[in-house]
């Protein structure tokens, strides 16, 4: 499946409208990187397969007027990509490099995404202060996952989704964070795998916050990543 193929299910002035849009988001995206480090994939073709392409997967699963987090945003994935194919959804994008936040902060002008918004913050800072205040929390290669559930439980809502995104090491790293999920009130309800064209086999580990997060989570001093739960 390419890109194009999955616009084909929008009809086709609004999927001739996104697919400007992404090539918008390419231009922009390898200009910046020349200027500072955003991603490490360059050509446009690949960039449409491993960025696009791959954060596109989890569309279906934001519920209608979904709130939505992205933790750890850097360029972008999933959320822009996402924010382009549901524009029924609002994006906040955490980053704690203001270059990132920035480059985010032009790409919703140029994009016109007016349902998007970018902040500047630690993602653990952010998580103490917006407690259970989105319905769905996404990230994408941001770290291992017990360490990436430990930003994202506290963010989300009773009933609400952790989406994280993952390579093939997915089953692995669900496998060892089970002890973090339990801890932090969140239950697996799914593991969705997928094939690109290049980059072969992801997975979408999806949790849903069925119970309590207790409150000193998530710790401070860097703790989630220097002694995982």
């Known amino acids: 499946m390419t890109l194009q193929d999955f616009l084909d299910a929008y009809d086709a002035t609004r999927a001739q409208s996104i697919s400007e849009r992404f090539d918008a988001y390419t231009a922009h995206l390898i200009e910046t990187n020349e200027k500072f480090n955003l991603t490490a994939i360059t050509d446009p073709a690949e960039i449409s397969v491993l960025h696009y392409l791959d954060s596109a997967q989890g569309a279906r699963l934001l519920p209608r007027g979904a709130k939505v987090c992205d933790v750890g945003a850097g360029a972008g994935f999933p959320s822009v ?10 994006f906040t994008l955490v980053d704690s490099l203001n270059k990132r936040v920035g480059f985010l902060q032009e790409i919703f002008r140029r994009l016109d995404l007016p349902h998007c ?36 439980a506290p963010l989300t809502a009773q009933g609400g989704l952790v989406v994280a995104y993952k390579g093939n090491r997915a089953d692995e790293e669900a496998e060892d964070a089970q002890r973090a999920a339990t801890q932090l009130g969140l239950l697996a309800i799914d593991a ?26 998530p710790r401070g001093g860097n703790k989630p990543r220097t002694n995982p739960l």
């Open 192 to 217: 969705i795998e997928y094939t690109l064209p290049i980059g072969g086999t992801r997975k979408i580990l999806v949790y849903r916050r069925d119970g309590d997060c207790p409150t000193r989570y």
């Open 117 to 152: 918004r970018a902040v500047h913050s630690r993602a653990e800072d952010f998580a103490r202060t917006h407690r259970g205040a989105f319905d769905v929390v996404v990230a994408r290669a941001v770290a291992p996952l017990p360490t990436l559930l430990e930003y994202c």
């Open 81 to 90: 990509p996402l924010a382009l194919l549901r524009d029924d959804c609002t």
